[in-house]
């Protein structure tokens, strides 16, 4: 089955006989399920299933009694977050051919399939009714299995179903908060017409722009490359050939062979002269466009106004709702590479999914960088500023009005204040008893970080003879920290700290010459310094996910413990790497509230009391 196709406009219909939908980037799919069978079949009918086994088992695992045989329409991806997804990642996992491969990615990275229409149901088909009535039995079943709306990424469910707007600005909005492809505009009355290119959907695109010249014509495809400068020098960004009239397409190809400054078998090249602006929907491998397009000429535009600083800054757009200031302000400079504002603010989106979920309800304190980590100055920030817009929600504790930073909104608003760094208590806001237990493993300096490397280990065996499962990750400075999650209102901080304190007194005496919990810096003699005491009411502690004000743009990486050995390197971990290494390996920390070490610790607590007694 050939499914039913929108046609693009430059803008959306607006009015009640409309509704509006996130419009994701991935592979259109039918999925098909029956007593029997699963298929996952592509636009052009392949069947897809066996590169998205995880897809598969999910399904099985699905209670679909009185649903079969069912049929869904949607899109396979890999969410970034609510309303955006990886092409580019779905696309690699398409063309794995191994199964081990496939199998691997699919259980560190699984992707999902978001089902916006329904076309049969118990058997029998609905795709003739109108798309309201589809979406209300859609939801209806999928409110009954649990699947989740709008799309996230951090959700297990790996059918998940499409958000729907009645208003185009808020649906709008969403996609370039979020830097999402677009939107599907679909008339409320419309039916699902199999294989047709049809006006009751209509798709717009979240465009971006670049300006740049023209330095060569391919003689076979017509594509001409496209490049800007960057440090003086012709620096490819990738290539167009869609946007242009036939007439515009003829002149453009004459121009350029008229004054063409070489040739080869492929190309005529042309010094850099012809200013255009390209729209584009996302830069990939750095210099790559995703779905590049012929915008306008640039007749008034010279070469050297086309630079790789413009080119970077308009690959980020945001609303108009999120005010940004100086998006070019220096805020890192790595290995000769400078990191803007907009780039930072870039980062904190990518990563927002699953950054929020650790910053939601939490007392902040953040560390704000004026002028970026390349000036000395700093400082903490925990009161609300009167100059805090409305949206920013607070909660009062003492006499400090904390923020909360509970959506993408409100960290983006974060960012753009050049708050790098964000710590928090161990329990949320209102609340007294901790819902985590955080060591901290700091050593004197990061050519000793081999020794918080052997003292993870170390705390990973005895956590697992306790049958207590432990997190760990970067602090994104020199050494590691190890999560320990605990239910909520459950254990007292001096319940925690006999545990710490036995932890600590059991690892000194057991590797006495590499650790030691002496708070005395002089008294600690290039020992990794167990910072227990940390943990404790009051006392804060780096997010994960959160970048660090230091010379590498470090940030507190969520790790795989199979990655905590000598080879672990605390400079792979900053804000240009970590998106890309989420798309790879997922997020490590991705059950870290589905684990219940509630009854195991008890029981280690209830022994360290008893003898704590008895002696």
């Known amino acids: 089955m050939k499914p039913m196709l929108p046609t693009y406009y430059p803008e959306a219909p607006k009015s009640k006989d409309w509704r509006y939908e996130v419009k994701y980037d991935g592979f259109r799919a039918i999925l098909t399920i029956d007593s029997d069978t699963i298929s996952i079949s592509s636009r052009n009918e392949k069947e897809l299933s066996p590169q998205f086994p995880e897809i598969i088992a999910f399904i099985k695992d699905l209670d679909l009694e009185g649903y079969l045989p069912l049929q869904l329409d949607g899109e396979l991806v890999w969410l970034t977050n609510q309303a955006k997804a990886d092409f580019f990642q779905i696309q690699w996992r398409g063309r794995l051919g191994k199964q081990s491969l496939i199998s691997e990615n699919a259980r560190f990275s699984p992707c999902r399939f978001i089902a916006f229409d329904l076309l049969r149901i118990s058997g029998k088909d609905v795709a003739d009714k109108p798309m309201v009535e589809r979406r209300e039995l859609m939801l209806n079943m999928g409110g009954k299995l649990g699947l ?27 996609v370039t908060l979020l830097d999402g492809e677009g939107i599907v505009a679909k008339e409320t009355r419309g039916a699902w017409q199999e294989g047709r290119r049809t006006t009751s959907w209509i798709k717009v695109k979240n465009w971006k722009t670049a300006s740049c010249f023209i330095t060569a014509l391919h003689k076979e495809n017509g594509y001409v490359s496209l490049a800007v400068f960057k440090e003086g020098a012709v620096t490819k960004i990738g290539s167009v050939k869609n946007g242009l009239s036939a007439r515009d397409k003829s002149i453009l190809h004459q121009l350029i062979k008229q004054n063409a400054s070489n040739e080869d078998a492929q190309f005529f090249y042309i010094h850099p002269s012809i200013c255009i602006e390209v729209q584009f929907l996302h830069v990939y491998e750095e210099n790559e466009l995703r779905e590049p397009q012929f915008s306008q000429w640039l007749l008034q535009t010279s070469p050297d106004e086309c630079t790789w600083e413009k080119f970077v800054l308009g690959q980020y757009t945001f609303p108009d709702t999120v005010q940004i200031t100086s998006r070019d302000k220096p805020l890192w400079k790595t290995e000769g590479k400078q990191v803007v504002k907009v ?37 903490f920030q925990k009161n609300k500023p009167d100059y805090a817009p409305d949206f920013i929600k607070t909660f009062m504790d003492e006499d400090i009005e904390y923020m909360l930073c509970n959506d993408i909104e409100t960290l983006l608003w974060f960012g753009n204040q050049l708050a790098l760094e964000f710590h928090a208590p161990f329990q949320k806001a209102g609340k007294t008893r901790p819902d985590e237990i955080v060591l901290d493993l700091d050593p004197p300096s990061i050519e000793y970080f081999s020794f918080a490397v052997k003292a993870a280990q170390e705390i990973k065996k005895v956590m697992e003879s306790l049958r207590i499962k432990a997190f760990v ?7 590691l920290q190890i999560h320990i999650p605990l239910p909520e209102d459950r254990f007292t901080y001096q319940e925690t700290r006999i545990f710490t304190d036995f932890l600590g007194d059991y690892l000194t005496s057991s590797h006495p010459n590499d650790f030691t919990t002496e708070r005395m810096k002089i008294n600690r003699h290039n020992r990794l310094y167990l910072d227990f005491v940390q943990h404790s009411e009051g006392k804060t502690i780096i997010l994960p996910y959160s970048p660090r004000g230091n010379s590498f743009a470090g940030v507190a990486t969520p790790l795989f413990w199979e990655e905590v050995n000598e080879s672990l390197q605390l400079q792979d971990f900053t804000i240009e790497t970590l998106p890309n290494r989420i798309k790879r390996d997922g997020c490590a920390f991705m059950d870290y509230r589905l684990v219940d070490n509630g009854p195991a610790f008890l029981e280690v607590l209830s022994f360290l009391k008893q003898k704590k007694t008895l002696n």
Do not use: C, W
């Open 343 to 379: 780039e930072y603010l870039h980062y904190l989106r990518e990563v927002s999914a699953f950054f929020l979920p650790f910053l939601k309800d939490k007392l902040l304190t953040t560390i704000r960088y004026p002028h970026g980590t390349l000036d000395k100055e700093r400082f």
């Open 473 to 479: 990750k970067t602090s994104g400075n020199k050494g």
């Open 148 to 174: 989740p709306m709008p799309p996230d990424p951090t959700d297990k469910a790996l059918i998940q179903l499409i958000e729907s707007f009645d208003v185009l600005d808020i649906a709008l909005n969403k």
